[in-house]
């Protein structure tokens, strides 16, 4: 990673990112293209820090961002210190993981905030990105921004009928309290392993193991988890039946990306 101020922007020069297939693939929901073909950019939310991003050439401009902004919370956002190109390596050591690497080779995992990322992925049950992306946005609108939980402090369903979140609205709800009342710390749980968060997250109403799985991967960067969906259920059925190689767990929440995004559009 190499990086550069240029007036009020940072210049990026970095390996392995590719802002439609890191942005635009199912793991953050606040985030919007702007203008079509070759011309990405980004405009989104990291909890209630904006950003203006675009692909120029060889390089990633960061509109209006100060140094300390862009090492404090884009570089970890991006996850811009971990070496792709080396698990890319390992992982195309088996065979259909070395077609998913080359052919969606630019997806990064986002480390998002935890609270935020729980929260999308309850939103997102039985759900599509549009849909998604519009409750999360009315959410934003109550709150004038992704709301902390203390600013949602003894809600109950009812108060949430402006999201129009449906069924929702009640597991946001029981979240909320679970989180303010100190039943679940997310920040005392996530260095634990990985099997006793899935316990605790799952003791919020609606929150199955695919939702668990996804609040670990993108909210605590717990990357042994596979959040299993339809998709990534035919990938394993198809591919890997006795389930992924031994060398492949450590990185399976970032092989599942890599397969999820080739199973989806490129097989």
Partial sequence: ME????????????????????????????????????????HGFMLNTPLTVS?????????????????????PYFDLETDYS?????LSEDQALSKACAYAGGIRIL????WEALCSFIISQNNNIPRIKGIIGRLCEMYGGFP????????????????????????IADCVKKLNDGEIVLDEIKDLPTEDIRKILMTIKGV?????????????????????????????????PEGFPEFVLPYAGIAQQYLFHYMRTGN
């Avoid at 080396?86 to 390992?90: E, L, P, V």
């Avoid at 480390?111 to 935890?114: E, I, L, P, V, Y």
């Avoid at 902390?148 to 597991?171: C, E, H, N, T, W």
Wanted: charged share 30%; hydrophobic share 40%.
């Fill in 3 to 42: 990086y550069l101020k240029q007036g009020n922007d940072i210049l990026l020069k970095t390996a392995d990112l590719d802002l439609d297939e890191t942005l635009d693939c199912g793991q953050a929901f606040r985030w919007e293209r702007i203008g079509s073909g070759s011309d990405c950019t980004y």
């Fill in 55 to 75: 692909a120029e050439n060889d390089h990633f401009r960061f509109f209006d961002t100060d140094e300390e902004t862009f090492l404090n919370v884009w570089v």
């Fill in 86 to 90: 080396d698990i890319k390596r390992i």
């Fill in 111 to 114: 480390r998002q905030d935890s």
């Fill in 148 to 171: 902390d939980i203390s600013q949602m402090k003894d809600i109950v369903p009812d108060d949430l009928a402006p999201l129009r979140a449906g069924f929702r609205a009640k597991y």
């Fill in 208 to 240: 199955g193991p695919k939702v668990a799985d996804c609040a670990m991967l993108y909210g605590m960067y717990r990357i042994d988890c596979v959040p299993m969906d339809v998709w990534m259920k035919r990938v394993m059925e198809q591919f890997y």
